[in-house]
Structures are given as C-alpha cells and as structure tokens.
C-alpha cells in the first residue's frame, strides 16, 4: 500500500465527480453516464476474469438480473428504487454463488467455464423474452418520477453522480484486492490453481467470493443502466453486447489493473460514437472497431492501456501484485 497510489485514485475520483458540472450538452452528459455504467460493468468482470483469471463471456447473466431487478420490484411490488437497487445488488451476489457453485464444484475452469456463463446468459434471455411476469418481448417500462427517492433527475448531472459513486466503490474494491490477501490469492490462482492449492489456498471459497463480488458489481451497473432508460427487455438486458463491451474495456484498459476498466470503457465508447458519426450510424460498425482495437491491444500492448501509460512514464496503479 503506498500513498502515490490512494492520491491517484482520490484525483481521479475527484475529477469524475468534477465532470457533471463542467458544462456537458445533454448528449454528452448521457454519453458519460453510459461509459461509467460500462465501466461499472467490466469492473466487475476485471475481478473475476482479471484478477482470478477466470474469464466469462456472460456477464450479461448478472447485468439483466440487476436490470429486471431494479424494474420487476419498482413496477410489479412498488418497491422504492433504493431498495430495489441494494436487492438488486445482492441478487446478483447470489447468482453470482449459483453460477459458482455449480461450475467450481464440477471443477470447470478455463473455455468450459466461460462458455457455461454465456450458456446461463442466453438461457435467462430465452425465459425473460417469453414470461410475462418480466413482461415477454415487450418488455418492462418503468414509471417516470423524478426526484431522490425514485432515483430519477430532471437534471441528469445528478444521477451521473451517482453512476460515478458507484465506479469509485469499484475502484476501491479493486485497490483492495490489490493490496490484501484475498488478492494475493486470486492471483496465485490466476498464476498457477494447483500450486496454490498445494500452499494450502482453500480454491473453491476463493472462487466463490470473487464470482460473488464480481455479479454484485456488474449486477449494480444492470440497475443503473434500467434506471437511466426507464425500460428494459430481454435481448438489451441479457444481450451479448454487455458480455463484450464489459470483457473489451477490461482488457484494453488492462485487465487486473485497478484503472483499466474505467480507461477502456471512456476509450472504447468514445471510439465507437466517433465511428458512429463517421459512419452515419451504420449498424454494427461501433462493434466492428471494437474488434480491431482489441487486436491491436492484444498485439501491441497486451497488459492494457494502463501499463503502457506506466511504460511511458505516466503515474496509474500497477499491475495486480504477484502472490
């Protein structure tokens, strides 16, 4: 733990709570809300497939429990948003458990594990889009009512507050990893399982708690992203998309990094509404440079944006410390 660190983290913090008040037209400002909620997202799957080193291609399993969450409570029992948002934010803890439970003590790791949570993924889409208590293919439309107890703003600075308070929680959970010893042990796990094992890391309840912090955040950015929009549906809630722009922003930015998750997704979103205008919004086209960069960051610099910062000189916190 050095004190360089926490000041770069506090500035950093302290310049996203600056950034609602510095005079964004309203597209940006819902530009800038999207990016921390994605960022809010990959934080999430940076502990599992960054710190742990196992990898998931559906986190959109835990960011549409969040979404459904956050809109079933509120429309279907009048849960006020709050409430709703912190059960949200457990269930996804718990589904986070499910998920582990079921794959760590069948011993799945590696591609068996990352395509087991693309498969509970997709089959909670299937069932969102055909149940009506989630409201089928229609959806789910949230009432509008603005104020802080619904978690609704007219003003929409205040409510990127908020998506920014729930990114700097990310971040401090991530600088705790880094500097304890339940960190130490996801990475020795990412490192080497069976050694770990053999010093004596209890393996199962290592994993168990990772996947569990790592459905509880992304499930947060699911509750968000439902309260921002005010709807939600099966194919945007369980959709692929939140799978790879979670997995894209981690490991551009640097995957086991504190920093990376926030830095890919600000690079990644700002590059896809360029390519967006440029295109003239020609479908897919944001996804296709999402590849390209991804490659040239796995070519070029494969630690992450973030250690290529370090290399340059530029101060950000380091790579996960090796056990």
């Known amino acids: 733990m050095t004190k360089?660190?926490?000041?770069?983290?506090?500035?950093?913090?302290?310049?996203?709570?600056?950034?609602?008040?510095?005079g964004l037209s309203g597209a940006l400002l819902n530009l800038m809300i999207l990016m921390m909620i994605i960022a809010l997202a990959a934080q999430g799957w940076n502990i599992l497939g960054g710190y742990a080193g196992l990898s998931s291609f559906g986190h959109a399993a835990f960011f549409g429990a969040g979404?459904?969450?956050?809109?079933?409570?509120?429309?279907?029992?009048?849960?006020?948003?709050?409430?709703?948002?912190v059960i949200g934010i457990a269930l996804g803890a718990l589904v986070g458990a499910f998920i582990g439970f079921l794959s760590f003590r069948s011993g799945l790791k590696g591609s068996y594990f990352?395509?087991?949570t693309?498969?509970?993924?997709?089959?909670?889409?299937?069932?969102?889009?055909?149940?009506?208590f989630?409201?089928?293919?229609?959806?789910?439309?949230?009432?509008?009512?603005?104020?802080?107890?619904?978690?609704?703003?007219?003003?929409?600075?205040?409510?990127?507050?908020?998506?920014?308070?729930?990114?700097?929680?990310?971040?401090?959970?991530?600088?705790?990893?880094?500097?304890?010893?339940?960190?130490?042990?996801?990475?020795?796990?990412?490192?080497?399982?069976?050694?770990?094992?053999a010093l004596g890391v209890d393996v199962f309840a290592v994993k168990m708690k990772a996947i569990a912090i790592s459905g509880a955040l992304t499930t947060a950015a699911g509750c968000l992203y439902a309260q921002n929009y005010l709807f939600i549906d099966a194919n945007v809630a369980f959709g692929s998309w939140i799978s790879i722009e979670a997995l894209f922003a981690a490991i551009v930015g640097?995957?086991?990094?504190?920093?990376?998750?926030?830095?890919?997704?600000?690079?990644?979103?700002?590059?896809?509404?360029?390519?967006?205008?440029v295109s003239?919004?020609?479908?897919?086209?944001?996804l296709m440079v999402f590849g390209v960069i991804l490659v040239l960051s796995v070519a070029f610099s494969p630690n992450?944006?973030?250690?290529?910062?370090?290399?340059?000189?530029?101060?950000?916190?380091?790579k996960a410390k090796e056990a």
Do not use: C
């Open 304 to 318: 992450g944006l973030v250690m290529l910062m370090k290399s340059l000189g530029l101060r950000a916190p380091s």
């Open 118 to 132: 693309l498969a509970f993924a997709e089959v909670a889409r299937i069932i969102a889009n055909s149940w009506n």
């Open 134 to 197: 989630t409201g089928g293919a229609a959806g789910i439309l949230i009432k509008l009512q603005t104020g802080l107890p619904y978690l609704q703003f007219s003003d929409r600075r205040y409510f990127l507050l908020i998506t920014i308070g729930f990114v700097a929680i990310g971040l401090v959970v991530s600088w705790w990893l880094e500097h304890s010893r339940f960190g130490a042990y996801l990475v020795a796990l990412r490192e080497n399982e069976q050694a770990a094992q």
């Open 67 to 85: 979404a459904y969450a956050m809109a079933v409570l509120q429309t279907r029992f009048g849960v006020n948003a709050w409430i709703a948002l």
């Open 4 to 22: 360089p660190r926490l000041t770069t983290l506090a500035i950093i913090v302290a310049a996203l709570a600056v950034i609602p008040f510095a």
């Open 280 to 286: 003239h919004g020609i479908p897919g086209m944001d």
């Open 114 to 116: 990352a395509l087991i």
């Open 254 to 277: 640097g995957s086991g990094t504190v920093l990376g998750p926030l830095i890919g997704a600000i690079v990644l979103l700002s590059l896809g509404e360029l390519t967006k205008g």
